[in-house]
């Protein structure tokens, strides 16, 4: 008989409908004795739409009302690019850059014209996350992270999703995109955001054994 391991002692919603963040999420959630769903596992959900001012105010309203929805565990992230030579745009509205029908190919498009002409040294910018993680009653915590780098020249790469292909790590010399999961996933963000994520679950699960 196969040695499946330990049940998992929790589900945990991942409030999201994009298919290569619940996958990164789930890596990133490996190994700690919870079980990532999708959302649409979950029932027909309404997740609200990112239309807070901050990072953190969206990522704790999907989360909470995705737990209360459900009633189960859910976490949600928002992350954003800030790009210095636009004043930190397009920060919280990233993934609305260029209106709800604009596809990834589409935001990097409009970002790098943005930045046309701007020399490499000032194409500094990071990528911000913040991850809520909220109990079936609602009540949440949050977590947060940052990647340092700059926006390339031109998109490179096959690999992740939205803004990948044009964030360069200056260090590796390569995009996210370019990138190797297990890399991405160690320096990225989201990566440090769901460090602080793991150590809330670790406290959740310490309550219920």
Do not use: W
């Not at 609200?48 to 995705?66: H, I, L, M, T, Y």
């Not at 996210?176 to 994520?197: C, D, Q, T, W, Y």
């Amino acid at each position: 008989m196969t040695n499946l391991g330990p049940l998992p002692r929790i589900a945990l919603v991942i409030a999201t409908s994009n298919a290569g963040k619940f996958c990164e999420i789930a890596a990133l959630l490996h190994g700690l004795g919870v079980l990532p769903l999708p959302l649409d596992r979950a029932g027909p959900i309404e997740v609200p739409p990112e239309s807070g001012d901050s990072f953190q105010e969206n990522a704790r309203c999907k989360a909470e009302a995705v737990a209360r929805a459900s009633g189960q565990f859910a976490l949600a992230d928002d992350s954003g690019l800030e790009v210095d030579a636009l004043g930190g745009r397009p920060g919280v509205r990233s993934a609305r850059l260029g209106g709800s029908r604009a596809t990834d190919a589409d935001r990097n498009g409009l970002l790098l014209e943005m930045l046309q002409g701007i020399p490499t040294e000032r194409r500094t910018a990071r990528f911000c996350c913040v991850v809520a993680i909220a109990e079936p009653q609602g009540a949440s915590r949050v977590a947060e992270g940052t990647c340092e780098g700059r926006i390339a020249l031109a998109p490179r790469g096959a690999r992740g999703f939205g803004y990948d292909s044009i964030f360069e790590i200056p260090s590796l010399g390569k995009t996210f995109a370019e990138l190797n999961p297990e890399v991405k996933n160690r320096i990225s963000h989201r990566a440090k955001a769901m460090e602080g994520a793991r150590a809330i679950l670790r406290e959740i699960l310490r309550g219920r054994t």
